[in-house]
């Protein structure tokens, strides 16, 4: 069974007008996926209403869609024969000059897609890869767009040159468009070889940086969460500091890291990623894996999810399946609800019955920041014994360590010098035994 709609959607047109497909496997257990798989079997409906805010973000507008239900996409064309051809006569009447799949095409099914219906096709992935190649801007984050973009064009590449192969006339025989795709090859494998040895280059100047602040005892609090869930604006709320926040997806692609004090006074380190997707390529998780890399150093993950959007499960549950591929899944985490300020009454009733414990916020308005700080210094806190220290006056050394790697609660001057209240960390404590005066937890 197909669906198809030859709706404009959007406002004004936008450059290009694309006609989005999907296939919903008409299986039983479709949308039952437990665990982070469950992030994968979302209904089609749903998959392609993101698919189209990925489609508007690029700035094109949306013309149509059509959902075929089958067992499994066609191994040659992904939609069914006959629903192809319904395809390009319905992408036809509406204006569209692009198909956009909802799930990633081998060479085959797009090349067979674009020959049928005589349109372009564009599969998810490379919808993904487009946006983030347009919206990367440090030199680090360009590098790993295009470490992402020619691991997928590489095996597309192969694919065309099998057709190309064929003007050659003869199994030894090597054609003109078979050396071209040759040569094509060979300089995509010397790009990716020479972006994978400069990225790398990078990740170690990035360990360095990591180290000087694990020398420093500063702990580190990740923001992760799905593509425009405002984890740049809730930075920016926390820290005080400007970060770049937008409205559409995928708007931060580059790290970002900002100071942050605790209520106690504490200092950490406040990242924040780029934000995760539904079925997000695996050339972009690879690439990427570097930046990634803060989210595996950090003490404390705070999820940051969008309370007003739809499909909350099903995006939890893609953020935990990249976390998962990356083996972010020792650190604490601390589930966020965002944008309180849009939500009802039984909106909020809803998920603090389905997600105890939970905080509810607004980056916005400043709802819930006063409690969602003191969770963060709560956590940041556990394992931390409260001492009280006896500093000989002379030792001013000590109490600038202390503020430095510690939770300084108090400062007293007293005759014999300075009393001083702290939570610390065991090897901190071992270092000033001589300075204890008592144990207090």
Request: glycine share 10%; aromatic share 4%.
């Amino acid at each position: 069974m197909a669906q198809a709609s030859g709706r404009v959607d959007g406002g004004e047109q936008m450059g290009r007008r694309a006609f989005l497909i999907a296939v919903e496997a008409s299986s039983p257990e479709r949308g039952r996926g437990t665990g982070p798989d469950r992030a994968q079997t979302v209904p089609a409906a749903e998959s392609l209403v993101e698919l189209g805010e990925l489609v508007r973000s690029r700035g094109y507008l949306v013309v149509g869609q059509m959902v075929q239900s089958r067992p499994q996409p066609d191994a040659r064309t992904y939609l069914g024969k006959g629903k192809v051809a319904e395809l390009g006569r319905a992408a036809q009447e509406a204006g569209a000059d692009l198909v956009v799949c909802d799930d990633e095409l081998t060479p085959v099914q797009a090349r067979n897609l674009e020959r049928e219906t005589g349109l372009e096709v564009l599969d998810r992935t490379g919808l993904i890869l487009e946006i983030f190649a347009e919206r990367a801007h440090t030199r680090e984050g360009k590098l790993q767009v295009e470490l992402a973009r020619l691991q997928y064009l590489l095996p597309r590449l192969t694919g065309r040159g099998t057709e190309l192969s064929r003007l050659g006339g003869g199994i030894a025989t090597r054609g003109p468009g078979e050396q071209q795709m040759e040569i094509e090859r060979r300089h995509l494998v010397r790009r990716i070889r020479e972006l994978q040895q400069r990225i790398e280059e990078m990740k170690e100047r990035r360990r360095l940086m990591r180290q000087r602040r694990t020398r420093r005892r500063v702990p580190v609090v990740a923001l992760v969460g799905y593509t425009n869930a405002g984890k740049s604006t809730l930075m920016e709320a926390l820290t005080g500091s400007a970060a770049y926040a937008d409205e559409r997806v995928f708007a931060t692609l580059d790290p970002q890291a900002r100071a942050f004090r605790t209520p106690s006074g504490r200092t950490a380190v406040l990242t924040d990623t780029v934000g995760f997707v539904r079925k997000l390529p695996h050339q972009l998780v690879a690439a990427f894996r570097a930046t990634l890399e803060e989210v595996l150093q950090a003490q404390l993950l705070v999820h940051v999810v969008d309370g007003a959007a739809p499909g909350i499960e099903s995006r939890i549950a893609a953020v935990e399946s990249v976390l998962a591929r990356i083996g972010a899944t020792s650190a604490d985490v601390l589930l966020v609800f965002n944008k309180a300020d849009l939500l009802g009454e039984r909106e909020r009733a809803a998920l603090a019955h389905e997600f105890p414990g939970a905080l509810l916020i607004s980056a916005r308005t400043g709802e819930g920041l006063a409690a969602l700080r003191a969770e963060i210094d709560r956590s940041l806190a556990e394992g931390l014994r409260l001492v009280r220290f006896l500093l000989p006056p002379e030792r001013g050394d000590l109490l600038h360590e202390l503020h430095q790697k510690a939770v300084v609660l108090a400062v007293r001057p007293v005759t014999r010098g300075m009393r001083v209240e702290a939570r610390v960390g065991e090897e901190l404590l071992g270092r000033l035994r001589p300075f204890v005066e008592r144990e207090m937890e």
